[in-house]
């Protein structure tokens, strides 16, 4: 996928997963792509063309090169599926140099994205907000009458 892309694209990406900058190479191919995939598919193309990379600059295929290879995307997914935005967005302005807004920008695409294409996993735990004013509600229901209650006796 990423060869038919303008050999200038081609080379910035390389570049940049030559640097362990992989959400640099995942949006430099986002922009540069004439279908506009999803983000999504844009980390499995550059996570292939690294394998890709590795596999020619090693002699063997699909080996790790090094533990110091992080996988910044997968950790901001994680974050965003814990529903942990603001660390997020911090993990993806260190690992990429982009500014907050920026990357208040990247993220908050992402999400809208991911709660398109898998829905399910923004549902999670939504209702213990309604259960946990339901009880603060009963709790000052409660308190009110004991309180008025007392003030009827005085």
């Known amino acids: 996928?990423?060869?038919?892309?303008?050999?200038?694209?081609?080379?910035?990406i390389r570049q940049a997963i030559g640097a362990g900058k992989k959400l640099d190479a995942v949006k430099i191919y986002r922009d540069a792509a004439t279908t506009k995939p999803s983000l999504l598919e844009c980390k499995t193309i550059i996570e292939n063309e690294m394998a890709r990379l590795r596999g020619e600059a090693s002699g063997s295929p699909g080996q790790v090169e090094s533990l110091a290879e992080s996988d910044v995307m997968d950790q901001i997914l994680?974050?965003?599926?814990?529903?942990?935005?603001?660390d997020a967005v911090k993990l993806y302005c260190s690992s990429t140099g982009a500014s907050l807004m920026e990357g208040k920008k990247f993220i908050e695409e992402l999400i809208d994205q991911l709660q398109q294409e898998s829905p399910e996993q923004?549902?999670?735990?939504?209702?213990?907000?309604?259960?946990?004013?339901l009880f603060v509600l009963v709790i000052a229901v409660v308190s009110l009458a004991l309180v008025l209650g007392d003030w009827t006796n005085v």
């Open 1 to 12: 996928m990423i060869d038919q892309l303008p050999f200038e694209i081609q080379e910035s």
């Open 78 to 86: 994680n974050d965003i599926f814990a529903h942990k935005k603001l």
């Open 122 to 133: 923004f549902n999670v735990g939504k209702q213990t907000g309604c259960v946990g004013m």
